[in-house]
């Protein structure tokens, strides 16, 4: 079992895209529609906070044309996984529970 | 921050990461489809070389029908459990599968065919959605 530092991260404690960091870290890629539905925002308020998190090089954003509309998707990268699982820990940590970062 | 925000912060996480793993869920009758294609694969070695091309062909274009199916009902995409909890499942397909193809090729008798066909479809239609459930299991023990 790895260890993962705690570290509190401003940009992904913002509740929505604290949300879509969950969703991420929880399979490879998600739909933008499923983003949507769990945040429980419009969709440009999505693609905003979409945006945050892909300026700071934690979400990759692809597009794939699918019943003559495109379908957009979201990854979280490496370091989005990193940084998340850190500020994960860093809850934890807070609430007093062990830092298990595997789950 | 304090700790009741952070609680906060904890359980916003867990509902997300429930609402994603619901909505990983493979659509009712995906996987007797995908049976289906590859029982069509399988009596397709057993019939005439007519027949058969006929037969190959019906089990690829389900296999892409149960692919595009899969994509518009479900809103993720993950590796497959393969190798944790639950994912004898997806291995005793995939022998069932491989197994039927490679005895109805040997024998290359229509009834032999049919019947490894119709096994794969059983086998599939009950251990895929085993399997997919495995999936959801490991994908909502992710932290």
């Given at each position: ?64 044309p699918r019943d003559g509309r495109v379908r ?32 | ?34 049976g289906l294609a590859i029982a069509m694969v ?102």
């Open positions: 079992m790895s260890v993962v530092e705690p570290e509190f991260n401003e940009v992904i404690h913002a509740p929505n895209r604290l949300k879509i960091c969950a969703v991420l870290n929880t399979v490879e890629q998600a739909e933008f529609a499923l983003l949507r539905e769990v945040t429980e925002v419009s969709e440009s308020a999505l693609s905003k906070q979409v945006k945050v998190l892909e300026d700071e090089g934690y979400v990759v954003i692809t597009k794939r957009t998707w979201a990854t979280l990268s490496p370091d989005g996984r990193r940084a998340y699982r850190r500020h994960v820990s860093a809850l934890k940590e807070m609430v007093g529970e062990m830092a298990d970062p595997s789950g | 921050m304090n700790v009741n925000e952070a609680k906060g912060a904890l359980d916003s996480i867990s509902e997300a990461r429930n609402a994603t793993v619901a909505a990983s869920k493979a659509p009712p009758g995906y996987y007797s489809l995908l399988i009596v397709s070695f057993s019939v005439s070389k007519g027949l058969s091309w006929a037969f190959l062909a019906a089990g690829a274009v389900l296999v892409v029908v149960a692919i595009l199916w899969y994509e518009r009902s479900v809103k993720t995409w993950s590796w497959g459990n393969l190798l944790g909890k639950g994912s004898g499942w997806f291995w005793l397909m995939t022998v069932v599968g491989l197994g039927s193809i490679v005895s109805s090729v040997i024998v290359r008798e229509p009834w032999f065919g049919i019947a490894a066909g119709l096994v794969t479809v059983a086998v599939w239609s009950v251990v895929g959605p085993l399997w997919d459930r495995a999936y959801r299991a490991q994908l909502g023990a992710k932290e």
